[in-house]
């Protein structure tokens, strides 16, 4: 495993203004012109329903990574006659997800995403995952990507394999996609920062796997039916549920509250949604400040116990988290200050110099 490099004076520096960019026409995918070579124009293979089938063993719950806010997601194997057998992570989308009603077709969905992982800036970054190919017929809606999953960063955060070292290289990747997606010409908002839509690879790397409220760049200006449909509970920007303005500060908030997570070894336990004892990690955080604990005791005791601890490292980490967490967007580090303050850390310099 090795910490992800930077090059912070590389950062595309871009107006505060952020408000929606024009939408971009984007061209549907036509089931009923499926090239004869399972191979569609960009590129990318076009899978059946029975493939996905075989690929997950019927979608077995022993491949069942997780959920996502729109579907679930699975580890899958391709195997082919004469070849390696290739492992793959499978995501499909649902009619109706158990806690939210998603407005948009899934068709939408997937053409927005086969779009916008196709595009050369996103297929090369390390941080978002590679898609190969997907489904798109009337009973499934599916895509698959070249991705020999761990598990989601969800399922990992309270695991005690999952280090130190391991987690600040989670950090920086994860702002590194963020700060690289909000320095886009016409920038793009995720919305849906969650762990659950973070996958890691078998070097615990990040992967950002969901896109299901993004807008900007291809995708255009975020649609009625992404209005409607509200972020998960725990990632929420406070803000935003209050004003309705979405903005980059959201993403900022969900990944302050996954920073926290990171140190703290939390996480909302979704199946607690809707009995009354969900408890954001980030309210938790504020409460315990507020309370009178300094940031750096959000820090999780046996994480202290790690040999790649480093105490200063772990109240910059808790400082930012907070800031993150501001109620006001205007009060929130940027993507690209976020990433400047982590190559500071001392673990980043004595170990993995940028």
């Known amino acids: 495993m090795s910490l ?9 520096v871009l107006p505060d203004d952020d408000r929606d960019p024009p939408a971009v026409r984007r061209a549907e995918i036509d089931e009923s012109a499926k090239p004869q070579s399972n191979i569609d124009s960009l590129n990318l293979k076009i899978y059946s329903t029975e493939d996905l089938r075989a690929f997950t063993d019927n979608f077995s719950t022993s491949n069942l990574i997780g959920k996502t806010q729109f579907g679930q997601v699975y580890r899958g194997k391709i195997e082919e006659t004469g070849k390696e057998p290739r492992s793959v992570t499978i995501k499909t989308w649902n009619d109706q997800e158990e806690w939210y009603m998603y407005h948009d077709d899934r068709k939408v969905l997937l053409e927005e995403e086969r779009r916008f992982l196709t595009l050369p800036p996103m297929a090369t970054h ?3 995952v590679n898609l190969i190919g997907y489904c798109c017929e009337e009973e499934m809606k599916g895509v698959v990507y070249d991705l020999n999953s761990m598990d989601t960063l969800h399922n990992l955060m309270t695991k005690d394999n999952f280090g130190w070292k391991q987690r600040i290289n989670v950090a920086i990747g994860l702002a590194s996609v963020l700060e690289f997606l909000h320095s886009q010409k016409s920038y793009y908002t995720v919305l849906n920062v969650d762990t659950a839509h973070i996958m890691l690879d078998q070097d615990f790397n990040p992967l950002i796997f969901d896109f299901g409220l993004m807008s900007g760049g291809i995708i255009g200006k975020k649609s009625l039916a992404k209005e409607k449909t509200p972020m998960t ?4 920007d406070m803000y935003g ?10 993403d900022v908030y969900s990944y302050g509250g996954i920073l926290i997570e990171l140190i703290a070894k939390r996480i909302t336990n979704m199946k607690d949604y809707g009995r009354g004892r969900v408890k ?4 938790w955080a504020l409460e315990s400040v507020k309370s009178g604990k300094l940031p ?18 772990a109240l910059l980490l808790a400082e930012l988290g907070m800031s993150c967490i501001e109620f006001y967007p205007s009060k929130r580090p940027k993507m690209r200050q976020i990433v400047k303050r982590l190559v500071e850390l001392s673990i980043v310099k004595e170990q993995f110099l940028v």
């Open 233 to 236: 509970p725990g990632y929420c």
């Open 126 to 128: 390390p941080n978002l």
């Open 241 to 250: 549920c209050q004003s309705g303005f979405w903005t980059r500060w959201s």
């Open 4 to 12: 992800t490099a930077f090059n912070p004076s590389a950062v595309l």
């Open 296 to 313: 750096f005791e959000l820090v999780h005791p046996s994480l202290q116990e790690d040999q790649d601890y480093n105490a200063s490292d």
């Open 280 to 283: 954001s990690t980030s309210r």
